[in-house]
C-alpha cells in the first residue's frame, strides 16, 4: 500500500501495544473476534467428545466423571464466554457506533475494559479446567454445587462472575451510545434493526447480569463459608437458586438469539433489497421480547415442587413470548415478497436461521405446555429445542453476520463457492445432529447420561455422524477466513450493494469511521424508495 | 393414538399427553412447512435477475401484521388451555390412591410400600389401581421419571414431594434418574414392574420379617429415639402434642400448618420452628434419623388421634380450638384462653401439601 493511500483502522499502527491499548471500538471488536473463537473451539471439542462417547450405550472412552465434567465445560464455554459475548461483543462493537453515524462507542476505556475483563474471566475458566474442570452442569444447580461437588465450582464460578460484568461494561455502552450518541437526523426509527436487537439485548444484560452475579456469590459463600442458604441441611432452599439462576439464565438466552435476529433482518434486507416488512412491529417485537423473557424464569421449574398455579402463570407469559418471535419469522418471510433476491453466502446463512429458528421456537411451545413440559423436562428433547435455538438460531446469525460484515471489516471478499458449500454442510450437519434428539427426548432418554439404554443406540449414532459433519462446516470458514485475509480480493466499500451507513464508507473503515459526521440520513432499507417512492401504509 | 419414536402408552393420562403432543407436532409440520414453501416460492419466483435491480418497496399492511399476531396468539392459548388443564390432572391424584414412599440419593431409589415391603430401584404396582408417590431426597436433587407414563417429579432434599399415575398395563418399564445428581447419575436407574393386582399381592406378602407396615415402624421409631418422653398429651408435658393437619402457633406469633414438611423440619432443624409456649430444648436428630425413617414417624404421627383428651378442660395448656367437623368442636373450645401453649387448630384444607 503506498503512502497516499489514507489509513485505514487495521494498518494505522501495527505494534502489539497499539492492538491491546486500542481504544478504537474496531479493533476491540477484533481483539474480541479473536478470543471468543478460541473459545468457540474449546468449546466445540468438548462437545465431539461427547458425541464420540455417545456412540455406544455403556461407557467407552471416559470415566463418568470425566464425561460428567465435559458436558459441563461444553455448556459453561459456550454460553458464557462464546454465545453471549459472540455477536454483541464482536458484531455489535464494530457496526453498532458506524450504524448510528458516530465515531466510536460512548466509552472507550469501559470497552476496553470489558475485553479485559472478559480475557481474566477467561483466564479463571480456562485455570478451571486445567485443574480438573467442573462437574455440576452449566445450571450449577444447589445443592449440588454448593456442598456435594468436589470439582473446581468455585474457580469456576469465580470466572463466570468476572465475565459478567464484562457483560454490564458492554451493555452499558451500547444504552448511552444509542441515547446520546447518534448522528444528527438518526432518529430511532431511522436506526437499523441490528441496532434495536443490540439496544434491547444491551438492557438484558444490564438488567440480568447482576443477579447471576449474586447467585454466584451466594454458591460461594456457601461453598467456601458455609453460610446456609441453598442446603437444606444447613436450613437453605434448593430451589431458591433455581429461581435466582433462571431470572437471570432464561433472559440470557435472548442476549443470545436477539442479536442474531437483528443481524438476520439485515441479511434478508440486504439480499432481497427491499425494506425490511413491518420494520416498526420487527423493532418492537425485540422490546417485547427482552421484558417479556424476565417473566418467565418459572417454565424451568414446572416440576420442581413449584406451586401449580405459579406454573400456570409461567406457562402462560412462555407462550406470549413466542408471539413475538413469531411476528419476527412472518416479517422475514413477508419482506422476500416481489424482491430481488440474491443467494449469497450470507443470505443462505439467514435462511438457516428462519428454518431452524422456527424448528426451534415451535418447539418451545411443547416445553411451555406444562403438561407436556412434564414428560419432556431434562430429556434430549429439551438438549435439541435449546440447541435448536441456541446452535441454529444464534451460530447460524453469528456466521451469517460475519460473512455479510467480513469484506467491511477486513476488506477483503472470501471464495464464495467454498463459503456456500460450508453453509450447506452447517445446515445439514445441524439437523442430522439435533434432530434426532427431538425423537430420543419424547422417548425418554434422560440429558446429561454417561450410559444409556441401547433402545437409544440408532439415534445417537446419527447425532454423532451429524456433530462431524458440523464440525467440518465450522473449521471451513476458519480456515477460509484466515485465507482471505492474505489471498482475498478486495472487497471495495459496498460488494453487496446493500443500504446503511456502514456500507458508505472505505472497507476497512479508517480509524474514526466517519470524516465527517453523517448528515441526510435516511431509512436504512431505503431500496427501491428513490425511484419508487416511499411505501404507504395499507390499512 | 401413540405416534413412533414414543415410549409405551402404560398409564391412564400416557395416552392424553401423547394427544396434546400429537396437535403440537401437526402444528410445527404446518407453520414450518408454511414458511419452507412461501420462502421456495418467493425465492424462485423473486430471484434477482439482473445485477442492478431495485424492486419497488412493498406497502406495509397493518392488517396483515395484526392477523398474523392474533392467529398466532389464538392457537398458543389453545395450546396453553389444554397443557394446563392436563397437567392439572397430572398432579390432583386421586383421593384413594395407595402412598408408596420413595427415597432418593445418590445414586439409588429406595422404595417403600405401606403394607411394609421394601426395594431398591425396582418399583411393582398393580394395573389399575392409583398410587401416590411421597418422595424426598437424602443428599442432592433427583428426579423420578417413568416415561411409559409420561410422569415426572424432582425429589428434592429438605422437603416432600408427590406425583401419582394409574398405571394400565402390565409390564415392565424404565425408571430414570432425570435431574442430574453427580457422578452415577446415569446409573440411577431402574425397572417399574407393572403387575396383575393378584400377582401384586402375592409378591407383595413376599416380604422379609423386618419389612413392617410403615405406621408400626414408625411407632417403633417414635419408642425407640424416646419421642414419647416429652411428646405426651399431658398439659406438663415438655414438648408440645402431636396433631397432624393442625395449625400451630409459633412463639413469633406466625400460625404454621402442621404438614409432613413442617413435621420433618421439627425433627431434623428443631430450633427453626418453636411452638408457643414451649422451650427450644429438643435435639436435633439430623443425621441420627434416616429419611425413611424420618417418613415413618411421620406417617405414625398422622395415626394419632390429636384429640386424645387426657387434658383437664381447666388446663389451658392445650387449647384446641377446631373448625374440622369430623370432630365436635364444642366440647373442648374455650373460648377467651388464648396463647396457651400448644394451640392447635384444625386444618380447613388437606390439599396444601401437593405442589409446594
Redesign the interface.
Known sequence: MSDAAPKNYLNVSSTVASWLLTLDHKRIAILYLISVTIFFFIGGAFAVAIRLELLTPPGDFFL??TY?RMFTMHGIVMVFFFLIPSIPAVLGNFLLPIMIGAKDLAFPRINLGSWYVYVIGGAFTVTAIVMGGV?T?W?F?T??SS???NSAVTLTALGVFITGFSSIMTGLNFVVTVHKMRAPGMTWFRMPLFVWAMYATSLIMLLGTPVIAITILLVFAERALGFGIF???L?????LFQHLFWFYSHPAVYIMILPSMGVISEIIAAF????I???K?IAASSMAIAILGFLVWGHHM???????YA??VF??IS??V??PS??K???W???????????QTPMLYA?GF??LF??GG??G??L????????V???YFVVAHFHYIMVGGAIMGYLGGLHYWWPKMTGKLYPEGLSKLSAGIVFIGFNLTFFPQF?AG???M????????PEFQVLNVMSSCGASILALGYLLPLAYFLWSLKFGRDAGPNPW?ARGLEWEISSPPSPHNFDETPTGIEDPY????H??G?????? | MRLP???EQASSLAP??DN??LY?VA??FF??SL??I??VI??VK????H???????????????IS??VI??II??T??F???V??????SPPANADEIFVVGK?WMWKIQHPEGRREINELHLPVGRAVRLKMTSE???H?F?I??F?????V????Y?EQWFLPTKAGRY?L????????????M?GWVTVMEPEDYEKWLENKQASDLPVETSGAQLFKKHRCDTCHTPSPTALGPRLAYGTHVTLADGRKVLADEKFLRESIV?PA?KITAGYSPIMPTY?GQISEEEIMQIIQYIKTMDPNAAETPPSVPAAVIKLGNDTVDSAQTQQPGMDAGPGIVEAASDGTSL???
Open positions: 463418568s466423571e460428567n462437574d452442569g445450571t444447580y445443592p449440588y456442598t456435594y461437588s442446603d437444606p441441611a436450613g437453605g432452599d434448593p430451589v432481497s433489497r427491499k425494506k416488512f413491518g420494520y412491529f414446572f416440576v420442581t415442587s413449584q406451586s401449580m406454573g400456570m406457562s402462560f407462550f406470549l413466542a408471539i413469531a411476528i419469522v412472518f416479517n418471510t413477508a419482506t422476500l415478497y416481489k424482491g430481488s433476491i440474491s443467494f435462511f428462519i428454518g422456527t424448528i415451535l418447539t411451545l411443547f411451555s405446555a406444562m403438561a407436556i413440559d412434564v414428560h423436562h431434562d430429556t425423537l419424547y422417548m425418554g434422560p440429558r446429561r447420561y454417561h450410559m444409556y439404554s450493494g431505503n431500496y427501491g424508495v425511484k419508487y416511499v411505501p404507504k401504509e395499507h390499512k | 419414536f414414543s415410549p392424553e399427553v396434546l403432543y403440537l402444528l410445527t407453520f414450518t414458511i419452507f412461501l420462502i418467493f425465492s423473486y430471484r434477482r435477475r445485477e442492478d435491480e431495485e424492486p419497488a418497496p412493498n406497502h406495509l399492511s397493518v392488517w396483515l401484521e398474523w399476531s398466532p396468539f398458543a392459548m395450546i396453553f389444554w397443557g394446563t392436563l397437567f392439572f390432572k397430572q398432579f445418590q443428599d442432592v436433587i428426579s421419571y416415561p411409559a409420561r410422569a415426572k417429579m424432582d428434592v432434599p429438605g422437603r414431594t424404565h430414570f434418574c432425570a435431574e442430574y445428581c453427580g457422578t452415577n447419575h446415569s446409573r436407574t432443624l427453626a439430623q401437593s405442589q409446594q
